[in-house]
């Protein structure tokens, strides 16, 4: 059996998706600040049109977000984000929130 070059295995990681079923991965992030890394069963937040919610199997979506507090839910609890303007990204039960853009 062969062992896998680094090169592979990194995109192969980076390809499938290692969430738990019924999950989805989540990062919020600033240029020097992660304010979450890591799984959530449902994100809210808020943009022009108003509040709405994120959940596992989501489709592509792509909005800027307006002040307010991201609510993350994940398995262990719930964690609050507050932020000014962002811009947020779902894709194939991904979330990625780049904060102060």
């Known amino acids: 059996m062969t062992k896998p070059d680094a090169t592979h295995s990194?995109?192969?990681?980076n390809e499938s998706s290692s969430t738990s079923p019924g999950a989805m991965a989540v990062k919020i992030y600033a240029?020097?600040?992660v304010y979450f890394e890591g799984e959530a069963t449902s994100?809210?937040?808020?943009n022009e049109t108003g509040p709405f919610d994120i959940l596992p199997k989501h489709h592509n979506f792509l909005c800027m977000l307006v002040p307010c507090t991201i609510r993350i839910q994940t398995s262990s609890g719930v964690k609050d984000v507050?932020?000014?303007r962002a811009l947020m990204h779902?894709?194939?039960?991904r979330v990625?929130?780049?904060v102060d853009v």
């Open 43 to 46: 994100i809210s937040a808020v």
């Open 96 to 98: 990625v929130v780049f």
């Open 31 to 33: 240029p020097f600040k």
């Open 10 to 13: 990194e995109t192969a990681t």
């Open 82 to 84: 507050k932020i000014n």
């Open 90 to 93: 779902v894709k194939a039960d």
